[in-house]
T-cell receptor
Framework: QKEVEQDPGPLSVPEGAIVSLNCTYS??????FMWYRQYSRKGPELLMYTYSSGNKEDGRFTAQVDKSSKYISLFIRDSQPSDSATYLCAMGQTGANNLFFGTGTRLTVIP | EAGVAQSPRYKIIEKRQSVAFWCNPI?????LYWYQQILGQGPKLLIQ????????DSQLPKDRFSAERLKGVDSTLKIQPAKLEDSAVYLC???????????FGPGTRLTVL
């Protein structure tokens, strides 16, 4: 079983739609959860960072962590064509060096 | 603030040749990471430096891969000899400390023929 599972998509939505991206994980020791956005031929860019369970909102983006279910989500409201990219979840544990990434979900927002 | 710089951006070599990648992290960032991202997969950590010391190289194929970080700033990653399965994007990242909030460079896309 992989440490982090993420549906690779692809996912296509019309402009203005609400997008839901998800990851599940198996290691209950994970405490830090991140979402990165990666445009084609670019490096990943940190979007959201959360610690432990709960929600975090930043503009049109909301990150949710449910540690009891080992499930994290990223919601994008009022999606824009500029949101078209691959979204990677990543997570790690306190005191450890490694970040574990999902495979990424490729999102296309159609104008 | 300047971001993480990497060069070259693209490299094509034949199998059994050697290749080197260069990374300049964000100024003041003590921690530097090299990741390998194979097409359709998430980044996989190869090696982590704290200043000029290695913190984690458990997933680095040491028979062919080597990395160094001179003076705790720039870093080079070398592959010798390259194999077909080394075709990937090699990402460099840096952070002020620990593994939170890593900032990535644009990557070097390696094709091994």
């Amino acid at each position: 079983q992989k440490e982090v599972e993420q549906d690779p998509g692809p996912l296509s939505v019309p402009e203005g739609a609400i997008v839901s991206l998800n990851c599940t994980y198996s290691n209950s020791a994970f405490q830090y959860f991140m979402w990165y956005r990666q445009y084609s031929r670019k490096g990943p860019e940190l979007l959201m960072y959360t610690y432990s369970s709960g929600n975090k909102e930043d503009g049109r983006f909301t990150a949710q962590v449910d540690k009891s279910s080992k499930y994290i989500s990223l919601f994008i409201r009022d999606s824009q064509p500029s949101d078209s990219a691959t979204y990677l979840c990543a997570m790690g544990q306190t005191g450890a060096n490694n970040l574990f990434f999902g495979t990424g979900t490729r999102l296309t927002v159609i104008p | 603030e300047a971001g993480v710089a990497q060069s070259p951006r693209y490299k094509i070599i034949e199998k059994r040749q050697s290749v080197a990648f260069w990374c300049n992290p964000i100024s003041g960032h003590a921690t530097l990471y090299w990741y390998q991202q194979i097409l359709g997969q998430g980044p996989k950590l190869l090696i982590q430096f704290q200043n000029n010391g290695v913190v984690d190289d458990s997933q680095l194929p040491k028979d062919r891969f080597s990395a160094e970080r001179l003076k705790g700033v720039d870093s080079t990653l070398k592959i010798q000899p390259a194999k077909l399965e080394d075709s990937a994007v090699y990402l460099c990242a840096s952070s002020p400390g620990g593994h939170r909030e890593q900032f990535f460079g644009p990557g070097t896309r390696l094709t091994v023929l």
